[in-house]
């Protein structure tokens, strides 16, 4: 793997930012899809929890779930449509320095794209993610801090109780779904689809392993005897990247008031190369125009970010929002995401 750590920096014509904290765990995949990428970026640190005026204010996004990025002037909510947007706007290409998120199969043939982007989203993501957080020190943290995330979940608090009774069940599903990785390694393969280099779905399992790997009362589960080929997976994805790191420039940080005017005064992608599926409208009740509120359908459903919509395809929908620094054009993906009419909006 040492050949490939040569870090070749390519010239952006548009500017790259992406709104994340380093407590995030799904901050750190994006991170980590930026290294694997070699896309220069720049970068907003924000709270861990409400307010975040640098995105709710200066860019009307109420979306409240981290990370966000920006390319351009168009913003991608949710770590499955970032990817997409990252693999499709910056194509892997040796002559700009590029990689990319799926790489061939090690022994010939084009990677499994559509079967890689359906496994990231819906095992890692919405299965296996869900059980980490149990894990979280809950017993240590402030009352506001609890208030904030169960209002993410939908409820007045998080139960403490709850969350520590549940521990053990989590490690025990945390243990049943790494037999799987182990399996799925058994052949020898370095990554989990036997592709050259590591894709979308190593850096979608990975981060969530990573993350959980640094609690306390999780020793167990991290069992070499167990788990021998995983947990070398684990080791060799972590190595990677930390070589990748080394080789990087500097991430610069900026402020949110600037990124939100550089946002807001930049270009954005025609709303041609999306377009509008004039069916798939027909099918959700919508058509272009239509003032919309999207939110997510599993975590953080109430915070709904309104928009006119000006974009509809089978991936993703396309608003735009307008906040005090200016318009600009939200993208959400259409996996796991719901487009209602705001009331009213509809004569």
């Not at 559509?114 to 957080?133: Q, Y």
């Not at 993410?152 to 243990?175: C, E, H, P, W, Y």
């Not at 930390?242 to 954005?268: E, S």
Request: hydrophobic share 40%; charged share 25%.
């Amino acid at each position: 793997m040492d050949e490939m750590v040569c870090f070749f920096v390519p010239t952006l014509t548009m500017s790259v930012i992406i709104y994340r904290y380093d407590a995030s765990p799904f901050s750190v995949k994006i991170d980590n899809i930026l290294l694997l990428k070699n896309i220069p970026h720049e970068e907003v640190n924000v709270a861990n929890m409400l307010p975040r005026p640098e995105i709710t204010d200066l860019l009307g996004v109420t979306y409240r779930r981290i990370p966000i990025l920006a390319i351009g002037n168009d913003v991608y909510c949710d770590t499955s449509l970032i990817a997409s947007a990252l693999e499709r706007r910056f194509p892997h290409s040796h002559g700009h320095g590029y990689g990319t998120l799926f790489p061939n199969k090690k022994h010939g043939g084009s990677p499994d794209t559509g079967l890689i982007k359906a496994f990231a989203k819906h095992w890692p993501d919405t299965v296996l993610f869900p059980l980490a957080p149990l894990h979280l020190p809950w017993e240590k943290f402030p009352p506001k801090f609890l208030q904030d995330r169960g209002a993410f979940r939908g409820s007045d608090t998080i139960n403490v109780q709850a969350m520590v009774a549940g521990r053990g069940k989590s490690l025990s599903m945390l243990s049943t779904y790494l037999a799987l990785i182990e399996e799925q390694l058994s052949d020898g393969r370095e990554w989990l689809f036997d592709t050259d280099l590591p894709s979308l779905a190593d850096i979608s399992v990975h981060f969530v392993y990573a993350w959980v790997k640094g609690f306390r009362g999780v020793e167990s589960l991290f069992d070499a005897r167990t788990f021998p080929k995983s947990l070398e997976w684990l080791a060799r994805l972590t190595t990677y990247l930390g070589r990748l790191k080394q080789h990087r420039p500097q991430v610069p940080v900026i402020t949110g008031k600037d990124a939100a005017d550089r946002i807001a005064a930049a270009t954005f992608e025609s709303y041609d190369v999306v377009g509008f599926d004039v069916l798939e409208g027909s099918r959700l009740g919508l058509k272009a125009g239509d003032r919309v509120s999207i939110a997510p359908d599993d975590s953080a459903r109430n915070f709904g970010t309104e928009g006119k919509l000006v974009a509809l395809n089978k991936e993703e929908y396309v608003i735009e929002t307008k906040g005090s620094a200016g318009v600009v054009r939200c993208h959400f993906p259409r996996i796991m995401f719901t487009a209602k009419l705001v009331s009213g909006a509809k004569l």
